[in-house]
């Protein structure tokens, strides 16, 4: 994992729902973020998704949120991982 984009995310689960990641096992990182563990509404799902394609100033694939990956921490952090390296 790049340790610089996990931050930025972080800084933006923090800032957003007050929600810091270090605070979970990398194994948390798979589950979802609508399930018990985290307790996400949908709503905090767009919030997220404006604010990281804001930061980090990239376009989340409509594909991607229409499969269902943008639901947990690591496949968030594969979207912005993928799309930061798309660019380059």
Do not use: C
């Amino acid at each position: 994992m790049d340790i610089n984009i996990f931050s930025r995310i972080n800084e933006i689960f923090i800032d957003a729902l007050d929600m810091d990641l270090n605070n979970y096992n990398k194994r948390d990182y798979e589950d979802p973020l609508l399930g018990n563990k985290f307790r996400l509404e949908p709503r905090d799902l767009l919030y997220l998704f404006f604010e990281i394609e804001k930061k980090f100033g990239i376009t989340i694939p409509e594909q991607a949120v229409m499969e269902g990956k943008f639901d947990s921490i690591k496949n968030i952090y594969d979207i912005v991982y993928n799309q930061l390296h798309a660019r380059t």
